[in-house]
Structures are given as structure tokens and as C-alpha cells.
């Protein structure tokens, strides 16, 4: 059985993360779990982790970039779009998101990649 869903969880619109280099042996690692759905916004948080290593962390090999995820998941009700009070945040993995939604009581996120709030959570879900 199937629903009909308005709001989809899956956004298919780049979101950027700034990942670091902490020092040149080490793999880089996401700065924050912030996901920035404007470019810009991504790249002056990078600047301001680049000006906060300075010189010393760059000599020793520290660093940072830009990755992009494409799509990206926000746990928004596929019927009314109500986001879970509190969370805004987007997801760059659909089990990472679920798993921030089991903090939410009432709220759902099914197998096919659809979210249901309390109000709209289908009845075999219970």
C-alpha cells in the first residue's frame, strides 16, 4: 500500500559541508554537522576555521574543503510539511536522520524514504 505524498523528505538541491584537515596525517574529518544549502555560506565558514589555524596549523599540513551532498534529508511530514519542534536540520544520510527522529515521539520515517508526524503517521506504523 502506498500514500500520497506532498512533501518529500529527499531534497535534491547541493547542500556543502566544510570538512578539515586537523594535520597532514590525519583523514579529514566534517568541521560541524552544519549543512549549508548556500555555497557562500559554506565557504565564510571555512575561511573563518582557515584563519583560526593560521599559519603554524597550515605549515603542518592542516587544511579544509568544501564536499558537497547531493540529495540531502530533512524530516519534514510528507503530508503537512511540519518539521519535528526543534530540528531544522538537514541530513546528508537517511539512517542518520532516522535515527534523530526515534528522539521525537509519534514521529515515523518509513522504509520508502517518507516522514509522517504524529498527526499523519499511517496506521500500520503504529
Not at 547542500?15 to 554537522?33: G, I, T
Not at 576555521?49 to 593560521?54: D, I, K, P
Not at 596549523?57 to 519542534?85: N, Q, S, W, Y
Request: charged share 20%; net charge negative; proline share 10%.
Amino acid at each position: 500500500m502506498s500514500l500520497y505524498v506532498q512533501y518529500s523528505a529527499v531534497l535534491h538541491v547541493p547542500h556543502y559541508q566544510v570538512m578539515s584537515w586537523p594535520c597532514e596525517d590525519a583523514p579529514p574529518e566534517p568541521l560541524s554537522r552544519q549543512l549549508h544549502r548556500e555555497w557562500w555560506r559554506a565557504e565564510r565558514e571555512l575561511a573563518r576555521y582557515l584563519a583560526s589555524v593560521g599559519e603554524a596549523g597550515r605549515a603542518r599540513g592542516a587544511g579544509g574543503f568544501l564536499f558537497t551532498h547531493k540529495p540531502v534529508f530533512l524530516p519534514r511530514c510528507g503530508d503537512c510539511a511540519d518539521l519535528p519542534e526543534g530540528n531544522p536540520e538537514v541530513y546528508s544520510d537517511w539512517w542518520q536522520m532516522r535515527a534523530a527522529l526515534a528522539d521525537y515521539p509519534g514521529w515515523v520515517a518509513t522504509g520508502d524514504l517518507t516522514v509522517f508526524c504524529p498527526h499523519h503517521r499511517p496506521s500500520w506504523e503504529y
